[in-house]
């Protein structure tokens, strides 16, 4: 990575990490105070209404008590029918919420005053059931708010019995104060609730004479919740331990009708998707009932969007009913989020104008730090430049002038070492060219075979296909192919006439005492010169010797300096045989294609043959060839 990549990523990093660090503890901190108080409101709101749907309630608890106790002294009595209707009536007008009192007797006598605005508004009806002498009387009467008649009449086909009612069996098996299941009333099919209570002839018997009764009505509740202000988007509910929604902003979703019975609608059904995510974050698991011990908070999601959630249970033994409040997050988040979001944007203009900043320092930085690599390279490519670095960094400056300074000397140093290097290697090869003619002069060859041959050997590889630095190589390498005659008996190796056997496997012997001359070679060079003093003598069918190999398993210097050598032989006038013209070298050549000379090697000197003439026209001299 370069440094301007460095700086560019590491100021826009830094930025990124603690423009993100601030955000993020900004945004968890803000976000646990304002859910917090949302928690805190949603809890008021709840005890609120708990204490709201209570204060609907204790009223009746109260009356029936009280009524309770009246009847018990005969204050109020089913003697005195019109002083019981009386103080119904004043009981209805005491408490809006009640929906009708009543008093039903162990013979099926029954008193009941009710609001019924048949006839007016904020009208009333009393109905009074007699028996007598097993007779049994229906009497309807309508009054208005002031408590004066204003119609009557008979009802023969009234056949009410509060004996089968529920309330007044429940008071009766309890033998107490009671309270019915939240039901819808069926005269007024709104919701509501009954208290009943049992009357007894005198304190002392406890003997019943009947039960009393208060219906109140629990739809205010729902009224209530539809003008409570929760957030900007929140709702509430009740709902009792069966999942009966009893109270809900909108009336009529907590209502539902099968056949000709009205009953509560269910949570798990209401017409509320939202209320019943909310109920579904609960996770209560029931059986026969709900059962929340204690408040509880919970979070939820509806169509991606997250809300907070509080349920809280009545405290009242007499109503186990649970109060449930949601509301959006974003009802208390949604500033702050709109806050947090234009953070992110100034965020990202700051990252940008950061990172125009970055890129500026880095080129500023980058271009001299980048000429510092270019003469780098340049050097180590054996190019050099004295050409100043500007910059107003003082470090950067010291840096390229040193860089400079260390330049010039090394270029200096290079070239002294290259003078070096190039008189040792004219002095090694010079040596080794000395030790190879030294090798011919105990063989005496014509005059100049050795640069014939290695010349020969070069344009060979070259036409090859060989790179320069392997045809520089075989051209130096070459002239010790015969460097293990120094190890061959003088008496043989001049003998003048032809060699017997035993001499010619004497003979046979110097390209193995050449190979051990040039054992453990401390170069490339030497290492190549050893393999051809060891395969020069191969041929490509395998008839050569010392080792008899065959086609490729020859090294390809072996294979290519066995011709070279062969054909400047026949074209060399020795004591045993004239110089061959060039015409005739190269149809012999070409007749030992495949047998002695490996044929891609002959094909090459063929397709030099010009070249090869020109060269013989003008060998160069030693000095030229080293």
Known sequence: MSIKQTLFLGILGLMLITVSSIMLSTYQS??????????????????????????????????AELTQKLANHNVVSNQNIEAMERYFFEQLKLYPQFAGIYFGTNDGGFVYVMRDETHNVDGFRTKIITISEGQRTVDLLWRDTNYLPVSKQSDESDEYDPRVRPWFKKALKFN??????PYIFFTSQQPGITISSPVYENDATKSISGVIGVDIKISQISTFLSRLKIGENGSAFIIDTRGQVLAHPDMEKIKRRNQDQTSFTLISEVDDPIARAAFRSLALSFTNELQLAEK??????YRNTPYQAVFTPFQQHQWPWIFAVYVPESDYLGVFQTNQRNNIVLAVVIGIIASLVGVLLARSMGKPLAQLGEQSRAIMSGEWSDQPIVTRYTEIRQSADAFSEMSKQLKQQHKLNKQLNKTLQRNSLATIFRLSQAAEYKNPMP?????????????????LGQDKTYCEMILHAAPMHDIGNLGIPDHILLKPG????????????????????LKNPETEMLAMARRIVLSHHEKWNGYGYPQGLAGNDIPLEGRICTLADAFDTMVSARVYKPAMDL??????????KGSHFDPKCVDALLQLELEIRRMYSNIPELDDFI
């Open 296 to 301: 509880t908070v919970t979070r939820f999601e």
């Open 30 to 63: 803000t976000e646990r105070v304002l859910l917090g108080h949302a928690h805190e409101v949603m809890e008021t709101i709840s005890s609120e209404a708990i204490d709201r749907s209570v204060g609907f309630l204790e009223p009746a608890e109260l009356a």
């Open 498 to 517: 032809k060699l017997d056997s035993e001499e010619w496997e004497v003979i046979k012997t110097h390209p193995q005492i050449g190979a051990d001359i």
């Open 447 to 463: 005059d100049n075979h050795l640069t014939r041959m290695s010349q020969l050997a070069r344009l060979i590889a070259q036409e």
């Open 176 to 181: 107490r104060l009671v309270w019915t299941e």
């Open 583 to 592: 015409d005739a070298a190269f149809k012999e050549v070409a007749a030992a």
